[in-house]
């Protein structure tokens, strides 16, 4: 019988010569982001943020996590409140050229319902629309005959054709109120905001073409809903449709509540989303609250890759040190290399004057400062966008900072702008750079580990997993996977010219256990470097 070979998937048996191409190409492993956050808004966001709880009528679980990826995007969404307000500390955190954070995922841990606006006309059936954004933010609110909150609907005459009607789709533009500074979020007062036309439809004049609008705009869709069931046609609109219709429309209805279970519900939904921090919207007086101990429970025993929980401590001098409601109290509570305090608020210099901005503030600024910069890269002595500081520190406290493990900022007369002091976190041992248990108080030095564990993972199991036949101990030897990781890891080095996560690497070591490969190496993290010490040496000639 002749012998079989399998040339590119064919069994060939007859004799002869056969020739085939092999892509000898090899290419880089997938570089994963690094810059991306979660936020779990637990009531922060109240009456504004938009997008349906993780409890929703129209969505539910990971369709309620809502993935925005520029400041504009972000606003838009999130419309007011405190969330909105950091928008800038996320994605600019330093100057117009310095990057923040690459994709901010929020999810509203809540239980909510949408909003409706009807018509009933007396003459032409009637019709209801559904809000895609649920909650209490998307109920309308009128100041005056204006509308400065939530959506609304105005139907006015066709200008092409005065015998049809236009439906006009609005949404309020107002920010809401600073309570710290007492001023609108955005300087605009509520009696100045004006609503935004998202939309309009075409010229109709009966419920059935405009149905009909409504089913083929995409506009519309993103936005709205018509309600199953609420529409009725006959005839075409008449002067009393109008009349009993003008003015604004305004959506009722929507209602969002915040409990244990959704919160819950929320952190199950971001289990894969693919982030490396989370943001804390409880904080102060909060910062050690049951929902941050819950994001710390599930960075440590639920999820796949390491994570890290940024939290704002306390505000002021008077809550930097102390049993409770204090940064000390905080960072103690925590003691985690997973967890980041960060202490004290600041002030900013705006057109409406300087304002005070909270330690969730500065949190979200230090945030977006590191994800704008490499795992390797220490936010150590990196500015960050303050005019002033409510709590400014003296070289004691900096010094209790840094054996305490409270991230602080302060202004550096010689760079000549606010520096964070240096990257740390707040785990209380950290007397070493990194312990014998592998934990290590520096930022940069937790960053490197986490995205090195990360991109090995992802990158493993796309050349090994991804395949029809395997993996098995035929097609994944010992030497297959040493062999891959040494590539890998070649890949990683950092060089003169190339900034990287890793200074070396040595001693892979690879064996089979039953049906697992049990894989070591050793390597060098690029380490930060946090002081420079220079010697002169006095000669006498």
């Not at 990826?69 to 100057?95: C, E, H, N, S």
């Not at 010992?478 to 890998?488: M, P």
């Not at 690497?505 to 064996?511: E, K, L, P, S």
Request: aromatic share 10%; charged share 20%; with cysteine.
């Amino acid at each position: 019988m002749a012998t079989v070979v399998n040339i590119n998937g064919k069994t060939i048996k007859r004799p002869g010569v056969y020739a085939l191409t092999k892509s000898g190409i090899k290419y880089p492993p997938l570089s994963l982001p690094y810059g991306n956050i979660v936020i779990i808004d637990s009531g922060l966001g109240k009456e504004f943020v938009g997008g349906s709880g993780v409890n929703g009528k129209h969505t539910q679980g990971t369709d309620s996590v809502y993935q925005i990826d520029t400041i504009q995007k972000y606003r838009d969404f999130v419309k007011g409140g405190p969330l909105w307000d950091i928008a800038t500390q996320l994605f600019k955190p330093y100057r117009s050229n310095i990057n923040g954070v690459s994709s901010v995922f929020i999810v509203k841990a809540a239980t909510t319902t949408c909003a409706e606006i009807a018509y009933t006309f007396k003459q032409n059936g009637k019709i209801t629309f559904e809000t895609l954004d649920e909650g209490v933010g998307v109920n309308g609110v009128k100041q005056g005959d204006e509308l400065v909150k939530g959506y609304g609907i105005k139907l006015v005459k066709g200008k092409t054709d005065a015998t049809k009607y236009v439906f006009e789709f609005y949404h309020g533009s107002f920010t809401g109120v600073d309570s710290t500074n007492n001023v609108a979020y955005d300087g605009v007062p509520i009696e100045q905001s004006k609503p935004v036309l998202l939309f309009q439809s075409k010229e109709v004049e009966n419920v059935q073409q405009l149905v009909d609008w409504c089913n083929s705009s995409n506009e519309f869709r993103q936005v709205f809903k018509i309600k199953p069931g609420s529409v009725t046609t006959t005839g075409v609109f008449e002067a009393d449709d109008i009349t009993d219709n003008v003015g604004y429309k305004l959506a009722t209805g929507g209602t969002e509540t915040y409990g244990t279970a959704d919160f819950d519900a929320a952190l199950k939904a971001v289990k894969d989303v693919d982030h490396t921090f989370f943001l804390s919207t409880e904080f102060g007086d909060n910062s050690t609250s049951l929902n941050n101990e819950k994001i710390l429970d599930f960075i440590v025993n639920q999820s796949k890759y390491e994570k890290f929980l940024v939290v704002g401590g306390g505000f002021d001098k008077l809550h930097f040190t102390g049993a409770s409601n204090t940064s000390e109290s905080t960072a103690k509570h925590f003691n985690s290399d997973k967890v980041i305090v960060v202490h004290g608020g600041y002030k900013t210099n705006t057109r409406q004057g300087t304002m005070i901005k909270t330690q969730f503030h500065k949190a979200a600024l230090v945030l977006g400062r590191l994800c704008g910069l490499e795992p390797q890269t220490p936010i150590t002595f990196k500015g960050v966008n303050i005019d002033a500081e409510v709590h400014k520190l003296d070289d004691e406290e900096k010094e209790f900072a840094l054996d305490h493990g409270i991230l602080t900022t302060h202004y550096d007369s010689e760079l000549g702008y606010h520096i964070v002091q240096q990257g740390i976190n707040s785990m209380q041992t950290n007397r070493y750079l990194v312990e014998e248990d592998g934990s290590s108080h520096d930022i940069a030095v937790k960053r490197i580990t986490a995205q090195l564990n990360k991109e090995i993972c992802v990158n493993a199991k796309l050349v090994f997993f991804n395949k029809e036949k395997g993996p098995n101990r035929a097609t994944m030897s010992e030497q297959d996977i040493s062999s891959w990781l040494k590539g890998f890891l070649q890949n990683k080095v950092a060089s003169t010219l190339d900034d990287n996560l890793i200074v070396r690497f040595g001693n892979i070591r690879a064996n089979i256990e039953g049906d697992n490969i049990f894989v070591s190496y050793e390597f060098v993290p690029n380490y930060p470097i946090s002081k420079v010490i220079f010697t002169g040496i006095i000669l006498e000639k």
